[in-house]
């Protein structure tokens, strides 16, 4: 029912920009208990939350990209993007696509399958 496919990874030279798009499901996008997020993973290393949304459109980012990474939606297109500016090599990983939210007082997660973002001279 719900899927989360994730596009606009690539290969990028240290200070260039990228922005990752998450094209969901339309019909989670009007529920207002959800929370969507980025979040990276290198091999070897646990996943980390990059930054998140509500469908408020509060945000939090962590600190290693604030000011750096802008996350924002679109809910006529049922799509979440992450705006990459002044990338580091150190940003290079698997970048995956979150949702969790509650319906009916049930709690339901989805990942996506994960973009790849490589930044490297």
């Known amino acids: 029912q719900v899927q989360l496919v994730e596009s606009g990874g690539g290969l990028v030279q240290p200070g260039g920009s990228l922005r990752l798009s998450c094209a969901a499901s339309r019909s989670i996008f009007s529920i207002n208990t959800m929370v969507m997020g980025w979040y990276r993973q290198v091999i070897g290393k646990e996943r980390e939350l990059v930054a998140t949304i509500t469908s408020g459109s509060s945000t939090t980012y962590a600190d290693s990209v604030k000011a750096r990474f802008t996350i924002s939606r679109d809910n006529a297109k049922a799509t979440v993007y992450l705006q990459m500016n002044s990338l580091k090599p150190e940003d290079t990983a698997l970048y995956y696509c979150?949702?969790?939210?509650?319906?009916?007082?049930?709690?339901?997660?989805?990942w996506g399958q994960g973009t790849q973002v490589i930044v490297s001279s």
């Open positions: 979150h949702v969790i939210y509650v319906r009916l007082g049930r709690t339901y997660e989805y």
